[in-house]
């Protein structure tokens, strides 16, 4: 992938060139503008399947793992086709790499553009992560295939590596992405009902990889301005 991050912005776009006759896939709704140069198709999100077996994976994509039920392919038309990006969340993108010996498995809403050559399909969870899990609920997307992505995090983006010496406890709601190798439960943080110091649901990861943490979450910022907005007498 050829693309530029500005990296001066504090809310940065992608500026991606995509060759004559090159595909790729981008978020629903990710567009900012392009030079003319591109055609955009929007289908749905069901990696290939047509017809009702497409439209079945497509909705229960959607259903299950808070994933838009479109997808866009953006083909470039000229050699100078030019498409920039960004994510609806205030924050960071970064790239990724992934391919032969690491695949990642990625929380709700942190993709936003891949690779031709880069899928994704959905994977069930643990019973721990199923029932109590918000990265995903009951499946989780795992990417397939070889190239760049690109995804978006509220706030900015942390790695953290594991060495499978130590393990990390990550806030659900901080967890953009992680090595599909790394292996992790899912549980309450603590006291009897397990909000008492105001975490929630964590993360224990295990094992070799990284795990990718942005720094700032949608919900805390809900949270915080529920005092501000009008309701119902």
């Known amino acids: 992938m050829d693309y530029t991050i500005t990296e001066t912005s504090t809310f940065p776009i992608a500026v991606i060139n995509i060759p004559r006759g090159a595909t790729m896939q981008i978020e629903s ?3 900012l503008y392009h030079n003319g140069a591109i055609k955009l198709d929007g289908h749905m999100n069901s990696n ?5 077996g497409g439209m079945v ?7 299950t793992s808070g994933e ?32 032969s010996g690491t695949q990642l498995r990625l929380n709700t809403g942190a993709f936003l553009a891949g690779d031709a050559d880069v899928s994704y399909n959905m994977v069930r969870q643990k019973v721990s992560g199923a029932v109590f899990g918000g990265t995903g609920g009951l499946y989780v997307m795992e990417t397939a295939g070889r190239g760049t992505l690109l995804v978006s995090g509220f706030g900015d983006i942390i790695t953290l590596e594991l060495d499978g010496t130590n393990e990390y406890v990550v806030d659900n709601s901080h967890v953009v992405a992680w090595d599909q190798a790394l292996d992790y439960d899912i549980e309450v943080a ?22 990718y943490v942005q ?5 805390s910022l809900a949270d915080a301005l529920k ?3 009008p309701s119902k007498s």
């Open 190 to 211: 603590s006291g009897t009902f397990g909000f008492t110091t105001g975490e929630g649901f964590v993360n224990h990861f295990h094992g070799t990889g990284k795990i």
């Open 215 to 219: 720094t700032r979450n949608l919900r």
């Open 29 to 31: 709704g990710a567009m």
């Open 57 to 63: 994976r497509a909705l229960g994509r959607s259903m």
């Open 227 to 229: 005092p501000y907005l």
């Open 68 to 99: 838009s039920f479109f997808i866009t392919t953006a083909t470039g038309l000229e050699d100078n086709s030019e498409l920039a990006i960004a994510p609806g969340n205030p924050g960071v993108i970064r790239p990724l790499e992934v391919g």
């Open 48 to 52: 290939g399947k047509s017809g009702l």
